[in-house]
């Protein structure tokens, strides 16, 4: 960015909050209304199978929209998407109030509340890309892993404001007020959008240097897929704390309301000062896969150990302040590292490809999280009817190792190719 007006230079930090603005109004949707499940399981009258499809299907709208989303916003820009979906999505959650919240005498059919959820999904799935490619097109080599670090605060911010609020919503105002202040954020971000973000000055000058690395783009290349997959993968643990956790401590571990409102809460911030601190620290020492290899094996150890605690806490202890204190514990340990390296592997992803494919390989990680994000709540209660929590954790520990061998090194070449295309940017 050297060359640049100081009032250039200091808008970036605008369009980085835009961007952190968008995603976490859409995560307090899709990460805070996982945290209404019990609520939800009342209000709705649905049994576990069920609440775990409603959960999934935000995260199904997503994964179905991402990769689209994200070649349009290669081809639009950041700004366009962005308004479009936030716009839409807003539209969508205000629908929701009308036609699929339970009122007294009356409890909607879960198919207009999967339907809803479905297309929240669909059209929220156009800030993820667009957001993170705004952030690497404003920011220098050795800048971004910290602004995407920060942008992906956003998520467990979101989360956190939906851990705080949305149940507390859910239980005493009820779904139609939940889905309105949605709606809401997502209008006073889309605000934040047409404020803020544009494409920055040196994008047109940049665009014959900045190609894509690899002579297919990102879709025909095998080192993006890997981290794509590894990517997902390693999602599937956060997603069953996120999308299953309240339950856990609610039905297994008989925690109060409030212990466990905190504890998500808890989780969230703790994952947001995390994704800070690793995105400025591996920026430093340049040691992204490491870090990402580290997060992994940390997290099989934590969730084999809440697997291990549950496995044999029995029926007589399990209502004890100590055995609760330990659940609490352990669910938290696991949320916040198995949520702490997300900033750091969007990076590498991101440089990776080079910033005039950022949209398009964004857009493939997501759709791999977010067919995930379906997948990991839908399956939670089959293991649960197999073999009850400690085989959910087990999983959650299974999957965690699995993602280790997919985020190792690019090659060298390869990398310093990618580095050079990205330079050339800024």
């Known amino acids: 960015m050297q060359g640049l007006s100081l009032s250039t230079r200091r808008h970036r930090w605008k369009v980085l909050a835009a961007g952190v603005a968008a995603n976490a109004a859409f995560s307090v949707a899709f990460s805070g209304i996982p945290m209404t499940a019990v609520v939800m399981r009342d209000g709705y009258r649905l049994d576990n199978a069920t609440l775990g499809l409603m959960l999934g299907l935000i995260g199904l709208g997503i994964a179905v929209s991402e990769l689209p989303w994200g070649l349009l916003t290669d081809r639009w820009g950041d700004r366009p998407v962005l308004l479009t979906g936030l716009g839409a999505t807003a539209l969508a959650l205000i629908a929701m109030a009308l036609l699929a919240a339970p009122r007294s005498g009356h409890v ?29 097109g404003w920011f220098a080599e050795g800048e971004r892993g910290l602004a995407m670090s920060i942008r992906q605060t956003a998520v ?48 047109r000058q940049a665009a014959p240097a900045v190609a894509a690395p690899s002579g297919g783009g990102p879709l025909r290349d095998a080192r993006v897929w890997r981290i794509v997959m590894g990517i997902g993968v390693l999602c599937a643990p956060q997603f069953a704390v996120i999308s299953f956790g309240t339950v856990f401590l609610h039905d297994f571990g008989h925690v109060g309301f409030a212990a466990i409102t905190a504890t998500m809460v808890g989780l969230q911030l703790g994952a947001m000062a995390m994704r800070v601190w690793s995105g400025r620290w591996t920026d430093r020492r340049q040691n992204r896969p490491a870090y990402l290899r580290a997060c992994s094996v940390l997290s099989a150890v934590l969730f084999a150990a809440l697997g291990l605690t549950t496995h ?32 750091v592997g969007y990076t590498e992803l991101a440089t990776l490809s080079g910033p005039a494919r950022a949209g398009t390989a964004l857009g493939m990680a997501n759709t791999s999280v977010f067919v995930v994000c379906f997948i990991t709540p839908w399956s939670i209660p089959h293991l649960l009817a197999w073999r009850d929590w400690p085989m959910v954790w087990f999983t959650a520990a299974a999957c965690s190792l699995i993602a280790l061998p997919l985020l190792a090194n690019v090659s060298r070449p390869q990398a310093k190719l990618s580095k050079t295309a990205l330079s050339r940017s800024t």
């Open 108 to 136: 909607p059919s879960p198919v207009w509340l999967g339907t809803g959820l479905l297309l929240v999904g669909l059209l929220g799935g156009s800030v993820n890309g667009a957001s993170g490619r705004a952030v690497m």
């Open 156 to 203: 467990p911010l979101g989360g956190g404001i939906g851990a705080l609020l949305l149940p507390a919503i859910a239980l005493h105002v009820g779904f139609t007020a939940l889905y309105a202040f949605l709606a809401g954020l997502c209008l006073v971000s889309a605000w934040l959008t047409w404020c803020w973000v544009h494409e920055p000055p040196i994008a």
């Open 312 to 343: 044999f806490v029995s029926d007589a202890t399990v209502a004890s302040l100590a055995t609760q204190t330990l659940l609490v514990l352990l669910v938290l340990a696991c949320g916040v590292c198995v949520s702490a390296w997300h900033g």
